[in-house]
T-cell receptor, first 113, second 108 residues
Framework: KAGVTQTPRYLIKTRGQQVTLSCSPI?????VSWYQQTPGQGLQFLFE???????NKGNFPGRFSGRQFSNSRSEMNVSTLELGDSALYLC????????????FGSGTRLTVV | AQRVTQPEKLLSVFKGAPVELKCNYS??????LFWYVQYSRQRLQLLLR??SRESIKGFTADLNKGETSFHLKKPFAQEEDSAMYYC??????????FGKGTRLSVIA
């Protein structure tokens, strides 16, 4: 079966712009979690959605937001981009959202210039 | 708050030498610990979890609650083990918390 699909794979944006990233989970998985991966900080949790509801949110500014649709696909949005937002954004889906069955996507590499 | 510490950013070993990737955690309850691996140009994937008590690709990890550690070990390193390794902690209903990772480089 298809894995976790993230689009686009690469993005280059300028400061001040906004961006939307997409994640399609494995069929049947109801939970989607987002992480920001950087060389210095590793993986930092952004938010988790389960059945269209945000269940957990990490310590990121309000410029970072997300949502989940009825088909479990999820989007995250970053507004007013800053240089420090450059990172690999990873999405993970799991059947129950309990953190045990994470399957990660390949990520979206965002570069802010 | 839960925290996972991987003290080594980079670990270099020779092929055939033993490997130990260190992971310490802070959590007062009973956590579940995991090791994830990311090979070059591949997705982050689960390597093993402490509740399974299994050996994957020759790697093992034992949860030591007294020392709050979950070190990853392999007796004989192989070149294909070169990758980024992340230790992660799960507790209650909170999301998976990751350490900052250790890059393992196995030298031929």
């Amino acid at each position: 079966k298809a894995g976790v699909t993230q689009t686009p794979r690469y993005l280059i944006k300028t400061r001040g712009q906004q961006v939307t990233l997409s994640c399609s989970p494995i069929s049947g998985h109801r939970s989607v979690s987002w992480y920001q991966q950087t060389p210095g900080q590793g993986l930092q949790f952004l938010f988790e959605y389960f059945s269209e509801t945000q269940r957990n949110k990490g310590n990121f500014p309000g410029r970072f937001s997300g949502r989940q649709f009825s088909n479990s696909r999820s989007e995250m949005n970053v507004s007013t981009l800053e240089l420090g937002d450059s990172a690999l954004y990873l999405c993970a889906s799991s059947p129950r959202g309990d953190g045990r069955g994470y399957t990660f996507g390949s990520g979206t590499r965002l570069t802010v210039v | 708050a839960q925290r996972v510490t991987q003290p080594e950013k980079l670990l270099s070993v020779f092929k055939g030498a033993p490997v130990e990737l260190k992971c310490n955690y802070s959590y007062s309850g009973s956590p579940e610990l995991f090791w994830y691996v990311q090979y070059s140009r591949q997705r982050l994937q689960l390597l093993l979890r402490h509740i399974s008590r299994e050996s994957i690709k020759g790697f093992t990890a034992d949860l030591n609650k007294g020392e709050t550690s979950f070190h990853l070990k392999k007796p004989f390193a192989q070149e294909e083990d070169s990758a980024m390794y992340y230790c992660a902690l799960l507790s209650g209903n909170t999301p998976l918390v990751f350490g900052k990772g250790t890059r393992l480089s196995v030298i031929a």
